[in-house]
């Protein structure tokens, strides 16, 4: 009977033994499993954090085309007054999509100026799904944003615009957006380098943030986030011939060119009222250095930035920061797409001595551009009453603006290829083009629009001249 108990009872532990073994590893291989807690890595906390103010940006653009069937010749009455052939026109929409992010719990939003450009309607769509349609506050080409605003019933998730820059290259970065329509698209990379120009067509773009982090059509405008949750940059571009080669307008800059937006409607002309000339072998002689090798201040404008510096006639800048300059065509390169508010730093040779100094650029004053319009141009300008762009109330005799054959009562509808509307459209299409030896300008004359390229320095080598009146 013993016997038969002691069997009954070892078969017994026979059979529990792997039941017990497969429980303990059930519970051992479940102790390898991250938890909820553990998968929340920084990104994870990021992308939940900073997500909601992430929005989806969508433009549409009204297009007046002629109503023509295909291979119908066009008529040339039609497009001498087109009004008398309206009903012969059909309306399209085109639609581009873009990213943008809400910077403040009362609705504003920042964006690309490319990704609304032209734009007849722009909605936004969050990532509860809610829309809204937008209306734009300003936008600047040179920096490429834009600032749109939408009206809740109650405060938005947002990303603050940092006060202040702190970028540490090498540190992990989140890029959220919508590429390809793809919503609330997340990437995530590193901070390659800061400080990067990049060209695109005639426009420079300074002091950009490069990035590994995806960064694909549709992304523009989205925000890029450090592992903190802060914003560091708005993706702007990609080198569309690389991989893993993204640019972002760094945030703080981006503020600065939000703020004025803000307050102006748009961004003010940059002042550092300093003029140069590049260095001829006498002159380089003369100075102790070698041609090419930095260009020659040749005036400096009383209480502007430069003067405030200490910048003075007769001083060599070698370089624009850190960066040299053989020229007064790089010193211009260099210094474009500043904005007031900026600081940069010059290298200058004076007496032998070299030293760094910091300029803090300023907004140029309206006053200083209609003296400019005035002296180098030679016109005054007044609101256009309803004409095509502004009046032109006065002409400076034997000025540039005269011997081309502007005279009082014309309009002018463009500068520089910047269209105009009013004063201060006219004033920052001149301060973007006061470093150059001549502007394009179109000038309406009764119903007739003429195209004339008016020197400003002097009034010879015009392109096309207007009828006399």
Excluded at 400 to 418: S, T, V
């Amino acid at each position: 009977m013993k016997r038969q108990t002691l069997t009954a009872i070892v078969a017994a532990i026979v059979s529990v033994v792997p039941v017990l073994a497969a429980r303990c590893a059930l519970a051992a291989s479940s102790a390898d499993v991250p938890t909820a807690s553990e998968r929340r890595t920084p990104v994870v906390k990021v992308v939940e954090k900073t997500g909601p103010a992430v929005v989806n940006v969508y433009t549409e653009t009204v297009v007046n085309t002629p109503f023509r069937s295909p291979g119908q010749f066009s008529d040339p009455f039609e497009e001498l007054l087109p009004d008398l052939f309206g009903n012969r026109r059909r309306v399209q929409e085109r639609q581009s999509l873009g990213s943008g992010v809400i910077v403040d719990p009362n609705g504003t939003i920042v964006t690309n100026e490319h990704v609304i450009v032209q734009a007849s309607t722009i909605r936004v769509l969050l990532a509860d799904k809610r829309e809204f349609t937008a209306k734009l506050i300003g936008a600047d080409s040179d920096f490429d944003l834009a600032v749109l605003k939408v009206d809740a019933k109650e405060k938005l998730p947002f990303i603050p615009l940092p006060t202040k820059e702190s970028i540490l290259i090498g540190e992990t970065v989140v890029a959220i957006g919508n590429p390809y329509g793809l919503s609330h698209t997340v990437t995530v990379g590193v901070i390659s380098a800061i400080g990067r120009t990049i060209q695109s067509g005639d426009v420079l773009f300074r002091d950009f943030i490069q990035t590994d982090a995806s960064i694909n059509p549709g992304n523009s405008g989205g925000p890029l986030i450090n592992i903190e949750g802060d914003l560091v940059g708005i993706n702007t571009a990609i080198l569309g011939q690389a991989q893993g080669i993204g640019f972002s307008i760094p945030a703080t800059r981006a503020r600065n060119v939000v703020d004025q937006i803000l307050h102006y409607g748009a961004v003010q002309p940059y002042w550092i009222g300093v003029a140069v000339q590049d260095l001829t072998p006498d002159l380089a002689f003369h100075f102790g250095v070698e041609a090419g090798t930095g260009v020659l201040v040749s005036s400096v404008e009383t209480d502007s930035p430069a003067a405030t510096a200490g910048i003075s006639v007769g001083q060599v800048i070698e370089s624009v920061d850190g960066e040299q300059v053989g020229s007064s065509a790089e010193f211009d390169r260099r210094t474009l797409g500043v904005t007031s508010g900026d600081q940069i730093e010059l290298t200058v040779l004076d007496a032998g001595r070299k030293r760094t100094v910091p300029v803090r650029v300023g907004a140029l004053p309206p006053k200083r551009i209609d003296d400019m319009a005035w002296q180098a141009l030679g016109v005054e300008v007044q609101e256009g009453g309803g004409g095509p762009g502004v009046r032109v109330a006065r002409v400076r005799a034997d000025s540039p603006a005269q011997e081309i054959g502007l005279a009082a009562g014309d309009f002018i509808a463009a500068i520089g290829g910047r269209d105009v509307r009013d004063p201060d459209d006219f004033r920052r299409g001149l301060a973007a083009v006061r470093t150059s030896n001549q502007v394009l300008v179109s000038v309406v004359r009764g119903r007739v629009l003429y195209r004339v390229t008016i020197p400003l320095e002097r009034p010879g080598g015009r392109a096309a001249t207007l009828p006399r009146r």
